[in-house]
Every structure is written in structure tokens, then in C-alpha cells.
């Protein structure tokens, strides 16, 4: 617990050790997309000859930050890295932002997961809106224009703004899903009207009722096309240049994780020749499809941990060819969200179609198997197994060599997975990525 | 499996009030819940959703449903709920139809809500209480919880709490259950939800249908004994409702059930 300590023995450590950083501080907030966002910037930034300094991923808490200043220090307290990528807890933004004094603030998403930890999804826009009015006017707010929530956050910020979203209806789902959070205009409470749903509440939407509508982004993504669990393509449009760009990160989701890394690396004056590079390079995180060997065949790790979220990456599993095993680990441990009631707004119902086996797993197997009963799937094809170590092996044994196994974690029980799978020898340790 | 239908009727007639306003927390869950359970003892369903300013006639269901929201869209439900469904739930509490409210629900059912900041909410007054959030510096009540209700036999139910308001119960409404872990009504008197009648309020989510079936059945057989006092349920094979039932039950006392029951798999 150095960061704890550190805080302890100097409270004003973080901002002390923050102003060191020569380049600067970026932090990305937001319910999704924080840790492929911010490791997504320190790839582009090493490109461009910076050292980033970054925390954790999930060590997103004031003393997570904390740690990370302290860890990159010296005796004499200089830092080994001159810019800071900090990807902070949404509900934390308020607390670092005024003690980081950041160059960018990255606004990704708003998705109500864990309302258990923050009350309700307007009390955290509202916390973000008293932050960003604390702010300096030097400090740019980057943020998700596809997001009405973030949107409204992000249009009233007095500074600098930069929006970023895409603008291929293509890209649509059709309907708004039961997973939605943002139905309803924030400002007169009218229904928002979409010409495209992305997912989630994420789309191209206007409010009939005020005028209200979708800011237009300065930095977009168009022409998307979908390669299933390759990734994706799309033309990167910006104010700096356009190109057509390749991420090996697959889902829709992703494409405002580039958006939003190269939008902050823009405003750090990195060539837009190196952001479009980089963002060619930059291979997923473990639990974010990273790819492992397992008893010599293949396993897809996809993290899920909220509906919006789950329903894209079944998108995502289901575009996939052949067949197939899917591995569903539910924890409920204060990272993940105490209330698993969640999983009742996923469309579970897409994997009743077809035959493929289910190993459900994690601290809240039985109420993974509950909901799959509810959706209809024929309960032949499910196996509990509450410990991951065990649910693992059931779901490698029943992939066998001919089937392609997709494991689904909430994010504690991504954690455990991985440390199951770092004592066989199969994943880098977690501080090396 | 062969059902078992004693009685002539064989239509469940539901009807989910703001489905868009107040579905938290997996509240359809409990439409999912309801509509399963009746249909696999052959029993029709049929679920109407009524938003903002849709009429509901009197006597056209037999189980009205209401979910929770958070405080914006619970303060849009709470006018139209008094101007256009009041008369259409007082009418069901008349004639012995279920309703079912959870949480943001739950709370309009009451006298009044008062909620942090803003204006009271007046409720449509089905069940004898008030709720009252201490305000916005004051701590939620979150987490999981399991009661003990006398009215199910003595049967736990089990769910997930998230709520600021306090509910104090009045002389003629009894509570749902009696607290056996987590806050309840209000955290201090070890009440929780309300019944009066077939009126019935909760704070549980989790949803509180799906991993309660004990729950489910009964109020299933009270909407239908309405219009048919002679309907009795075919009982239902609950094994995966008992296992997550009893995980969750074992999780809101602080276990780990995967320690709990082991490594052990379980079809």
C-alpha cells in the first residue's frame, strides 16, 4: 500500500509529485473503456518519444494514483516518466482533478453499473459537472458526443472541448435495448429520438422536446466495418488528417476507445501519422479478447461487467463462425457491483438459438444459471461450476479440439481467471502488460 | 411435465405500469418471472405496458406491476400515476387483484414521498405509509437482504436493497417480512415492504422474483383466484430457483458459496 502511506505521510503528495511530470497529466474517466483508453494513449505517446506514467489497471482510486506517482519516483522524489495517464474511478474524478491539475480529461461513457457503489447515474454526472466547473480553463475536456449523458457534460464545460463519436448509422443496432440508461432528455425529460443506436443509450439521437441534440464531433469514425473478434476498420477523421485505420480491437465499444486516445493525443501535439500507426499496433489487454493457448487450443477472454456491455460482446461471440463453448463468470465483489441484479437486463435470450454448451461459473453461478433458465436456454446445456479454476477445466474439456471457447468474466472474476491461468504458465504476470 | 389445471381459467392478464420510467435493477426479471411461471403450467399471459398518459381501464387486469427509478423518473411517474391509473389500482385492491411494486414503486404506493431535495411526492395512498429520504449527506441503504415472511409460511426472500428514503409503516398496513440481514423499511424498526391485502410493496430487488418462486406462485395464485377462487397451481420443478435462492442466502451472510458448496459440479 504505498500510495496509502504516501497519502498518509504527505496528503498533498499527489499534487506535489503531479507537477513534476514535465508533459503533463491526462486522466480518462468513465463507466467502460478506461484501461484500453489509457493504455491505448501511453502506446501512441511512446511513439512519439514520451514516458507515460500510469496507474494499475483497476488501482483507479485516489490512492491507486497515488501509488503509481510514488512508485515512479525516486528517492529524491524526481519521476522516472514525464506524462501521467491516469484512468480514474468516475466516482473519483472529483477528488484527483483538482490535485492533478490535468492537461485533458477523457469523459468515455456513462453506463449505470455499480449503483450500488455511486447512488444513481445522474448523481455521478452531477459530481462530474461540479468537477469540471472547478476546473482550470487550461485543462481540455474530451469526451463520448454519442453519449447524451456525457454529452451534456461535456457541452457545458466552459474550457477547451474537444467531441469525438462516430457517424456510420451502418454501425447501428436498430432499437434501443432494454440495457439503455439514457432514454429520456436530461434537460425537459422528453424521449430522446435516434436515427442510429450503437448500443446501449451510445448512438446518433435528438430531443424533439428542447431542440437538444448530439454535438457534432471534431474527431470521428466513419465507413466502420465490423471484422467480428479481428477487430474493426473505419476512416479516422480529424482535424489533424484522415485515414483508414485497422484496430485489432473488435466491438463498437472500441472504436470510442480509439477515438477517444486519439482525440487526447491530438491535443498532446502527437503527429497524427504516429497516432494512426500506433493505433494499428496496439494489441488488446488480457480479458479484453485477448487470445490464450489453453491445452493447445484456443480461448477468447472478453470482459463483460455491465449490460450494455455483455449485449455487444454476445454480438460480438455470435458473429463468430463455427462452434462454440461459452464460459459465463459472475462475481460480486465490490469491483464488479454488489448487485447482480444486472444480468436480468442482458439479452441472454441470443444464446438460447443453436445447441452450444454453457459453463456458468463465479461467486453468482446459481443466479447465472437462473437467469439462463429464464431466457429459455435448455438447461442440458448448462454446468455450474462456482470455482473458476474447475468451470475453466469443464468449459476446455467440453470445447475439446473442435470448438472455440469464448469465457465471459465480470472483472474480479477476470482477475481470478487470469491468476488460474498465470499459475499454469499460460498469461505474461499481470504488472508486465 | 404434465400440469395439473384445476379451475376454468387460463389467462394471466398483466399489466407493467412505466416500463420505461421505473425499470431498474433488472426489474423485468420479475415480468420474466411472472409470465415463465404461468406459462409452464399452460396458463395464457398477456402483458400490457402502460407508460405516461395511457389510459388503464378499471377491472382489465389481474396483477399490476410497478418497478423502481431513480428520483427524476420516479417524480414523472408520480403525477401521472394519481391523474391517470389512481382509480384503475384502487379499483384492483377492491376486487382482490395483485399489486406489485418494488422499490421507487413501492414508495408511491404510500401517502407521500419526501424525497432529498424538491417537493413531496404525493402517492396514490394503497398502502399505509410514508417515506421520507433523511437527505442527500445522509448514507444509502444498500446491500444484500433476506427477510422472513409470515405471510409465505415463514419463508425467506431474498434480494438486493439500494434505496435513500425511510419507510415508516402506518396501523393498517403489515410488513412483507421481518428482517434477518441487511436495512429493510428504514434500518431501524426490522421491517421490510408492506401488504395490504394484495397490495404489496418491497424493496427488494435482485430482481425479487426470479430467486423467490415461493413469492412468485402466490401472487400468481392470488391475481388468477380473483376472478377464480377455485385455481390452484401445479407445483414447478425449482431446482435452479432453490440453488440460486439458497447462494444468495449464503452470500448476504458473508459467504463465498462457491467455498461454501465446494468445487463441485452441478447440473
Keep these: 500500500?504505498?500510495?496509502?502511506?504516501?497519502?498518509?505521510?504527505?496528503?498533498?503528495?499527489?499534487?506535489?509529485?503531479?507537477?513534476?511530470?514535465?508533459?503533463?497529466?491526462?486522466?480518462?474517466?468513465?463507466?467502460?473503456?478506461?484501461?484500453?483508453?489509457?493504455?491505448?494513449?501511453?502506446?501512441?505517446?511512446?511513439?512519439?518519444?514520451?514516458?507515460?506514467?500510469?496507474?494499475?489497471?483497476?488501482?483507479?482510486?485516489?490512492?491507486?494514483?497515488?501509488?503509481?506517482?510514488?512508485?515512479?519516483s525516486t528517492a529524491q522524489g524526481r519521476l522516472r516518466g514525464d506524462l501521467g495517464v491516469f484512468e480514474v474511478d468516475e466516482a473519483t474524478l472529483p477528488v484527483v482533478s483538482g490535485p492533478l491539475a490535468p492537461r485533458s480529461i477523457v469523459l468515455t461513457n456513462l453506463f449505470r453499473d455499480q449503483l450500488d457503489r455511486y447512488g444513481e447515474i445522474d448523481i455521478v454526472a452531477g459530481r462530474w459537472q461540479r468537477a469540471l466547473s472547478g476546473a482550470a480553463g487550461a485543462t481540455a475536456v474530451i469526451f463520448n458526443a454519442d453519449d447524451p449523458l456525457v454529452a451534456d457534460v461535456g457541452t457545458g464545460y466552459g474550457g477547451p472541448r474537444v467531441a469525438f463519436g462516430i457517424a456510420d448509422v451502418s454501425c447501428g443496432i436498430g432499437v434501443v435495448e432494454h440495457a439503455a440508461d439514457a432514454r429520456y432528455c436530461y434537460r425537459c425529460g422528453s424521449r430522446y429520438v435516434y436515427d442510429a443506436v450503437f448500443f446501449g443509450h451510445m448512438g446518433l439521437y435528438r430531443c424533439d422536446g428542447c431542440g437538444w441534440r448530439r454535438p457534432e464531433p471534431a474527431v470521428v469514425a466513419t465507413d466502420v466495418r465490423m471484422l467480428g473478434i479481428e477487430g474493426t476498420e473505419f476512416t479516422l477523421q480529424t482535424p489533424a488528417g484522415t485515414q483508414r485505420v485497422r484496430t485489432p480491437l473488435p466491438g463498437v465499444y472500441n472504436i470510442h476507445n480509439v477515438l477517444a486516445a486519439s482525440a487526447a493525443c491530438l491535443r498532446l501535439n502527437v503527429p497524427f501519422e504516429t497516432i494512426t500507426r500506433q493505433i494499428g499496433t496496439f494489441t488488446p489487454a488480457f480479458g479484453r479478447a485477448e487470445a490464450v493457448r489453453l491445452n493447445g487450443h484456443q480461448a477468447v477472454v472478453l470482459l463483460a461487467k455491465n449490460p450494455a456491455g455483455f449485449n455487444e460482446v454476445l454480438r460480438t461471440v455470435l458473429r463468430e463462425p463455427g462452434d462454440r463453448v461459452v464460459m459465463i463468470a459472475i462475481n460480486d465483489l465490490t469491483a464488479d457491483g454488489r448487485d447482480i441484479s444486472w444480468l436480468w437486463d442482458v439479452d441472454f435470450e441470443m444464446?438460447?438459438?443453436?445447441?452450444?454448451?454453457?459453463?456458468?461459473?463465479?461467486?453468482?453461478?446459481?443466479?447465472?444459471?437462473?437467469?439462463?433458465?429464464?431466457?429459455?436456454?435448455?438447461?442440458?446445456?448448462?454446468?455450474?461450476?462456482?470455482?473458476?479454476?474447475?468451470?475453466?477445466?469443464?468449459?476446455?474439456?467440453?470445447?475439446?479440439?473442435?470448438?472455440?471457447?469464448?469465457?465471459?468474466?465480470?472483472?474480479?472474476?477476470?482477475?481470478?481467471?487470469?491468476?488460474?491461468?498465470?499459475?499454469?504458465?499460460?498469461?505474461?504476470?499481470?504488472?508486465?502488460? | 411435465m404434465h400440469c395439473v389445471i384445476v379451475g376454468t381459467l387460463m389467462e394471466l392478464r398483466i399489466c407493467h405500469l412505466y416500463p420505461d420510467l421505473l425499470n431498474l435493477y433488472g426489474d423485468r426479471g420479475n415480468l420474466m418471472a411472472l409470465s415463465a411461471r404461468a406459462r409452464w403450467r399452460?396458463?395464457?399471459?398477456?402483458?400490457?405496458?402502460?407508460?405516461?398518459?395511457?389510459?388503464?381501464?378499471?377491472?382489465?387486469?389481474?396483477?399490476?406491476?410497478?418497478?423502481?427509478?431513480?428520483?427524476?423518473?420516479?417524480?414523472?411517474?408520480?403525477?401521472?400515476?394519481?391523474?391517470?391509473?389512481?382509480?384503475?389500482?384502487?379499483?384492483?385492491?377492491?376486487?382482490?387483484?395483485v399489486v406489485l411494486a418494488v422499490c421507487g414503486g413501492y414508495?408511491?404506493?404510500?401517502?407521500?414521498?419526501?424525497?432529498?431535495?424538491?417537493?413531496?411526492?404525493?402517492?396514490?395512498?394503497?398502502?399505509?405509509?410514508?417515506?421520507?429520504?433523511?437527505?442527500?449527506?445522509?448514507?444509502?441503504?444498500?446491500?444484500?437482504?433476506?427477510?422472513?415472511?409470515?405471510?409465505?409460511?415463514?419463508?425467506?426472500?431474498?434480494?438486493?436493497?439500494?434505496?435513500?428514503?425511510?419507510?415508516?409503516?402506518?396501523?393498517?398496513?403489515?410488513?412483507?417480512?421481518?428482517?434477518?440481514?441487511?436495512?429493510?423499511?428504514?434500518?431501524?424498526?426490522?421491517?421490510?415492504?408492506?401488504?395490504?391485502?394484495?397490495?404489496?410493496?418491497?424493496?427488494?430487488?435482485?430482481?425479487?422474483?426470479?430467486?423467490?418462486?415461493?413469492?412468485?406462485?402466490?401472487?400468481?395464485?392470488?391475481?388468477?383466484?380473483?376472478?377464480?377462487?377455485?385455481?390452484?397451481?401445479?407445483?414447478?420443478?425449482?431446482?435452479?430457483?432453490?440453488?440460486?435462492?439458497?447462494?444468495?442466502?449464503?452470500?448476504a451472510h458473508g459467504l463465498y458459496p462457491s467455498k461454501a458448496s465446494g468445487t463441485g459440479v452441478h447440473r
Design chain 1, 1 to 72: 500500500m504505498p500510495g496509502r502511506v504516501a497519502q498518509a505521510i504527505e496528503p498533498g503528495v499527489v499534487r506535489r509529485l503531479a507537477r513534476r511530470l514535465s508533459a503533463g497529466v491526462v486522466i480518462v474517466t468513465g463507466t467502460n473503456g478506461k484501461t484500453t483508453t489509457s493504455r491505448l494513449i501511453s502506446h501512441v505517446v511512446q511513439a512519439a518519444g514520451l514516458t507515460p506514467v500510469h496507474n494499475r489497471a483497476g488501482a483507479n482510486l485516489a490512492t491507486g494514483i497515488a501509488a503509481a506517482l510514488v512508485q515512479h
Design chain 1, 351 to 433: 444464446l438460447a438459438p443453436g445447441a452450444a454448451p454453457i459453463v456458468v461459473s463465479g461467486l453468482r453461478a446459481e443466479d447465472m444459471a437462473l437467469r439462463l433458465r429464464y431466457a429459455g436456454i435448455d438447461e442440458a446445456r448448462v454446468t455450474t461450476v462456482p470455482s473458476i479454476a474447475a468451470g475453466l477445466d469443464a468449459a476446455a474439456m467440453a470445447a475439446g479440439p473442435a470448438r472455440r471457447l469464448f469465457v465471459l468474466p465480470t472483472y474480479t472474476a477476470m482477475l481470478e481467471l487470469r491468476r488460474v491461468l498465470q499459475k499454469r504458465g499460460l498469461v505474461r504476470r499481470f504488472w508486465e502488460q
Design chain 2, 42 to 97: 399452460g396458463i395464457e399471459v398477456r402483458v400490457d405496458e402502460r407508460g405516461l398518459h395511457d389510459a388503464v381501464p378499471s377491472g382489465g387486469h389481474d396483477l399490476y406491476f410497478l418497478g423502481g427509478g431513480e428520483d427524476r423518473q420516479q417524480r414523472l411517474a408520480a403525477q401521472d400515476l394519481r391523474e391517470s391509473k389512481g382509480a384503475a389500482l384502487r379499483d384492483a385492491a377492491g376486487r382482490g387483484a
Design chain 2, 107 to 251: 414508495q408511491l404506493l404510500g401517502r407521500y414521498y419526501r424525497p432529498a431535495e424538491g417537493e413531496d411526492l404525493l402517492g396514490v395512498g394503497l398502502l399505509d405509509l410514508t417515506t421520507e429520504h433523511p437527505g442527500p449527506a445522509a448514507q444509502r441503504l444498500i446491500g444484500n437482504i433476506v427477510i422472513r415472511s409470515a405471510l409465505l409460511g415463514g419463508a425467506t426472500l431474498v434480494g438486493f436493497e439500494n434505496h435513500g428514503g425511510r419507510t415508516r409503516l402506518g396501523p393498517s398496513a403489515r410488513p412483507l417480512g421481518v428482517v434477518l440481514s441487511g436495512y429493510g423499511n428504514n434500518g431501524e424498526d426490522r421491517t421490510e415492504g408492506a401488504v395490504s391485502g394484495h397490495v404489496y410493496g418491497t424493496y427488494l430487488h435482485g430482481p425479487l422474483l426470479p430467486k423467490n418462486p415461493v413469492l412468485t406462485d402466490h401472487l400468481i395464485g392470488a391475481a388468477l383466484r380473483s376472478r377464480d377462487p377455485e385455481m390452484v397451481l401445479a407445483p414447478l420443478p425449482d431446482r435452479v430457483e432453490t440453488a440460486a435462492h439458497n447462494a444468495a442466502l449464503a452470500r
